[in-house]
Each structure stands twice: as C-alpha cells, then as structure tokens.
C-alpha cells in the first residue's frame, strides 16, 4: 500500500469514523461490537482502496460494509429473523449516496460509552476511541499510562458494557447528572486532541476540535441548569477562537507569545464569553471546566502578552490545581509564574512542588524546565532538558519546534 492511499484511509477514518460507529451501533445495539465491525470494515478499505480507489462516499462505504459483517455474522448464528431479513434487504438495495447518519448518533455513542456501569477512566478512554477515532497509542500517552495498560482497558470497558446490555440511546432526563462529569471529561479530552495532536505531522487537527464543540453544545442545551456544561463550551469557544493564528503558512506552530491577535476570531471569543457568563450566572461557583475558561478569557481579553492579567491567572491556576490535583495543572501554574515573578520562582515549583513522577515520560515537563533553565542563562542543562523533550514528543510538529529552540540554544 502505497503512503498516498494509506493518508488516505486514516484522514477518512479520523473524520467519518465515529459516525460509522454510531449509525451501525444504533443496528446492532452494542458499542463495542458496532467498534468492532467498523474496525473490521478499515481493514477491509486498506486492502481494497489501493486496488479501486478511495469511494466518493467513504464512510458509506464503511458503513455499509460493517452492517453487511453484522448480517453475515447473525447469519452464520442462524439467527436471522425478520428484523434482520428486512435490514439485509434495505442495505443490499440502497445506495452509498442515500448515506445520511443522524447528528444525535454520536451524542447517543457518548452517552452510552459513558454508562455509570464502566469506571470514569474506562469511560473515557473508550468514547475517545470509539468517538475521538484516536488510537490505543495515543490515547495512553493522554493518560500517562503504558500501552498494553489502555489497551486492556478498552477491551474489558466494551466487554462490560456487552454484558450489561447497555442500550444505544441518550437516557432519560433524571438519568443524565450520573453521566454527566464523563460526558464532559470525553468531550474535552476530544478537543484536547484536536487542539494539540499528541501525534503525527499535524499540529492541529481541526475537525476533531469542531466535532467536541458540536457535541459540547448539544450536551449544554440538553443540561441548560449545569454550569460546567457550559462552562466547557467557553473553554473551547475560546480555545478555538485561536486557531488561524497557532499555525504558520507552512503548519508549523506559532506559540501563543509570536500569535498575531488580530486574527483571533472575535466571534468565537465573544460566544465563549457568553457562555462562560451563563455558567457563572447559575450562582454555582467555578468547577474545573469554568476555572480553565476563566483563565481562556484572561488571554482572550489581552490585547498581548506583556498586557495579560499574570497574577489573575497565577491565581486561577492555583485554585484548579486545588481542584484537580494534577501534575500538568502544577506544570502550567508554574509558567504563569514565570511570567507573573520570573523564572526562578516558576523553576522552584517544578522542582519542588510538581509530581514529576507522573510526567517522567511526557514531553512538557522537560520542555518547560528547559525553557526556565534558558532563562536563567543555564544553557548546558537547558539544551539537555529541550533534547529530551524532543525525544519524547510524539507529533512532528512540536519535535520540530523543540529542536529549533535547542538549535537557538
């Protein structure tokens, strides 16, 4: 198989593939066998695409063989009955173009995905394969965990849900607060993807931030009374509004001290505000998505770098990080703190305060401390830290701003 077509298979895959997972999960019932048929169905593109030919409607094409694999798999069973017999007949008499997954599809993936029956990590890392299309690599890379680990996991949370005969649906109203928080947690994790790859040659990757925005808005309008659900649509609102500006001509990053503000996109920034006001209007106080907009807006206000409210977002960051508990939230402090006190105040929290441990094996922390150590005038050990870093990042793109910083060095 040639590069060209194998691109190919995967751009299809990362833009069609939670649709085809959700129209043919809405066939058959179960999530992890509706995962199961569309991954069967990839197979079958990167074996036949070289000889045909990419389809005009690929994810018809996908979706129609993964239903005709479910048939033939209730067939072999000798459990065709008429339900089956009359889906086998629309299938075989439709045509690709009359394709047309439902929106709500994978709104009702999420959902089911993040039934209370699967642990919090499990729920996740199993609506960000079967929805986000991201793989076991790199979805164990957003979790800091080793390969086999989140493989495992993902095969036992589809096993779980088989066995509980979880339904493809979005539950009922009272049902929703038990799901919410993972629902939420999937669709940031989504976005989180698409607004820095973990990997590959692209630095963003547009139509994964697009879909989480989507699905974001239509879980804040199914939950108007929670705060964080739009909480989280203000954060990506916000984050996005970023977009034209985070990449050069060429894809590389532009950082956000070299962005060219002036093609930041005042709409976006302008819905994210609002609805970071509808969150704090609810009177509930600021949970994690609300405190992360909060310290979006601060930047989104700023007219630059040097004009950006530090010592508020110092602050924000320290009550997150009360929150949260989490390493990377204390990694990010610190650079506030380097551009709120200097760098030796922000080297002092990643030595002493951060639990490095947990980030042994994630490109940032070195490439924070390198930064810090720079400008400090250590060089020696900046460069060995921005080697480092370079070593561990898994996207192109940001390797090659780290060897350009360690080249400067």
């Not at 820095?196 to 808005?217: M, N, P, Q, V």
Request: proline letters at 4%; one cysteine or more; aromatic letters at 6%.
């Amino acid at each position: 198989m040639t590069d060209d077509v194998r691109r190919k298979v995967e751009a299809v895959w990362r833009i069609e593939g939670a649709r085809v997972v959700a129209t043919v999960a809405r066939m058959v019932g179960d999530v992890g066998l509706a995962e199961d048929l569309a991954q069967d169905a990839l197979a079958d593109a990167l074996a036949q695409w070289p000889e045909t030919g990419v389809p005009r409607n690929a994810g018809a094409w996908l979706t129609a063989v993964a239903k005709r694999k479910a048939i033939d798999g209730w067939r072999r069973r000798e459990r065709l009955d008429e339900r089956y017999g009359a889906i086998a007949r629309d299938l075989e008499s439709a045509a690709e173009d009359e394709w047309e997954p439902i929106g709500d599809d994978v709104l009702k993936l999420v959902f089911a995905a993040c039934h209370p029956v699967l642990a919090r990590e499990a729920q996740v890392a199993l609506t960000l394969r079967v929805v986000g299309g991201l793989t076991s690599e790199e979805i164990a890379r957003m979790f800091l965990v080793s390969v086999p680990t989140m493989q495992q996991r993902i095969v036992r949370a589809k096993r779980t849900l088989t066995a509980a005969r979880v339904p493809f649906e979005v539950p009922e109203p009272h049902e929703w607060r038990g799901r919410l928080a993972g629902v939420l947690a999937v669709v940031y994790l989504v976005f989180t993807e698409g607004y820095a790859a973990t990997s590959g040659d692209r630095w963003i990757r547009a139509e994964l931030a697009a879909e989480a925005l989507r699905l974001g808005r239509m879980v804040a309008a199914l939950t108007p009374r929670e705060p964080e659900a739009h909480a989280l649509v203000a954060l990506m609102e916000l984050q996005a509004s970023r977009f034209a500006a985070r990449l050069g001509p060429d894809g590389s990053p532009v950082l956000l001290a070299d962005q060219d503000r002036s093609r930041w996109d005042r709409g976006q920034i302008t819905r994210g505000l609002a609805a970071l006001s509808r969150a704090d209007a609810l009177g509930r106080g600021r949970g994690p998505y609300g405190l992360q907009a909060a310290i979006a807006a601060c930047h989104a206000r700023a007219a630059s770098v040097e004009e950006t409210d530090w010592d508020g977002i110092v602050t924000l960051y320290a009550a997150l990080e009360q929150l949260t508990r989490n390493p990377v939230v204390t990694l990010n402090r610190a650079v506030a703190v380097s551009m709120a006190a200097g760098p030796e105040a922000a080297l002092r929290i990643v030595d002493e305060q951060l639990d490095a441990e947990r980030l042994r094996d994630w490109y940032l922390l070195p490439s924070v401390r390198g930064e810090l150590l720079a400008r400090l005038g250590r060089c020696d050990e900046a460069r060995a830290e921005l080697r480092r870093a370079a070593d561990l990042a898994g996207n192109e793109r940001q390797r090659s701003v780290l060897l350009g910083k360690l080249a400067e060095l």
